[in-house]
């Protein structure tokens, strides 16, 4: 017995936003999901105080935006049952209560993200993109004109009212940083015609990065920040005194800001703090009292939470999971720490199907082990799974792509290498310069501690990722001779083109991960996978979707023309209506079923329930 492609494509994703919403009958929780059978739109769903269900969006609308590509908060509850919203198909900002959408903003370039309902006012705030420019923007309700906040830094998220409504906060950033890198937290005073006055930076600067901040009364904020090298729970007076450390512990109460609006810590009625933390190993639900600096643990048996957490009416909502269910989105009783799963229970496979991970450290590289299912004698093929970023990380929670492999008697390793968030700044700034080097050596250091183990075959070893785990998988392919072949979804080839190519958020993050160009282009030179393609220690299969404006394809298709010009053997499938990822339905099928093919030819393992593939350059 072993897992579909299909079980893999209807379970693929989880709840991506919570909100919870006190009512007179008690608390509504608010989430969106992803809908692959449906084109892969991602729909808002509201749960009543009475455990029903609805869709709060009508078939074909899709609550996503493109803001920084990667997008951002898309939607918030309205008072009274309403919803505001983004809508992937022109990016205009829509209102529904009960009818069909009803736009109010007008037609044009612009993309809205990052949405928040500033108390008190009859309007949405959002991050305003155009033409590479960001501003913070209050958009009315009733669909009036639109008015600008806040002009500051190119890159903006957070708007935040303080409670007495005098003043704005929120977070920017400048290149060539990245969010993770340095921001600033600013306030600055709210002038009568809603715009804001001369800001000034109360925390934060070029090397700490603030994630989150949220007004604690008219005087001070809570902001996750990281001066101590952790993601920690600061409070920020306005007085310029200094601000203290709540949780001064080596966990990290944030993590990359990839999408504007992810929430980490939310101030709940009684003053008192719920907060996602801890590592890719383990990361907490818990209640921080800010008095003293106390965390009750209200996670429950849950290994992961994810970065989103709202708190009403005495409860806490948030997505969490573990190693055997997936993300899903649940309400936590802050009185007695009861838990209830309010989204929709998805069909699983027997749970003998379903791999047990292994958290160990090779060599100061943390990974998860996902060992081969069934009675195994002897090593067993192994696959390196890389995640992507390269600044994300991959935690310990219900994966059936991974499942997908095990269940037909591959290994999984997980490789968490340098580079990666969830193990303070240091760990992550390993990558600072040596991208295509650390990651790439971690990864190789993993696979061979697997040999060393006696639980992997040498000569069975491949590697795969997305994005940037595609770079790391070609990059490991040219620049070691570890891996009997590689799989890229959506992968960087040659990291100079890549550069010029790609959109503003990530156009200058190059210059810490490799160095600034000019000044450092023979290390780009030396570490492209391009220029390298004639050291391929193995085939490669690539697959990329046809709309993604993150990558472009041309990235694959420069790289297998130049496999193929040094007779290396080579496959690449693309997918029209696919972006930086992976939504529809029979794409996550396909992709599937052609990777498993991949590994039966380079392992020489059959695999009669997938269509063959054919490599190029195959004898």
Partial sequence: MSIRPIDVARTDGGPQWVEAVATPSGVEVWWDEPRPAEGGRRCVVRRLPDGNRVDALPPGWNARNRVIEYGGRSWRPLPGGGLVFTNWADQRLYRVEGAEPVAITPEGPYRYADLYLPPGRDEVWAVRETDGVRDLVAVPLDGGPVTVIVKAQHFLMNPRLSPDGRHVAWIGWDHPNMPWDGTELCVAPLREDG?????????????????????RDGGSLYAVTDPSGWWNVHLVPLDGSPATNLTPIEQEFGAAAWKPGMTYLAVTDTGELAVVYGTPDLRHLGVLNPETGDIRDIGGTATYWSSTVSVAGGKVAAVGATPYTPLEVTLVDLADGTHEVVSPRKPLPDRKLLPTPEAVTVEGVHAHLYPPSGDRSGPDPYVIFVHGGPTGNHPVVLDLEIAYFTSRGLGVAVVNYGGSTGYGRAYRERLRHQWGVVDVQDCAKVARGLVEMGRADAAKIAIRGGSAGGWTTVAALV??????????????????????????????????????????RDRYTERSPLLNAYRASGPCLMLHGLEDAIVD??????????????????????????????????????????????????????????????LKGRA
Avoid: N
């Avoid at 600067?205 to 994630?211: D, F, K, L, R, T």
């Avoid at 297998?560 to 010009?565: F, H, Q, W």
């Fill in 479 to 520: 620049h070691s001779d570890v891996f009997a072949g590689g799989v890229a979804h959506y992968a960087i080839t040659d990291p100079e083109s890549w550069a010029a190519e790609t959109h503003d958020f990530e156009s200058r993050y190059l210059d810490g991960l490799v160095g600034p160009l000019p000044e450092t």
């Fill in 195 to 215: 715009t804001a006055g001369a800001y000034r930076v109360v925390a934060g600067g070029p090397e700490e990065s603030v994630a989150q901040a949220e007004w």
């Fill in 553 to 614: 394809v041309s990235q694959a298709e420069r790289f297998t023309a130049e496999l193929d010009k040094h007779g290396k053997e080579w496959a690449l499938l693309t997918y029209p209506g696919e972006q930086h990822g992976w939504r529809r339905e029979e794409t996550i099928v396909s992709a599937l079923e052609a990777e498993l093919a991949f590994y039966g030819l380079i392992f020489g393992m059959e695999t009669p329930e997938v269509p063959p593939l054919t």
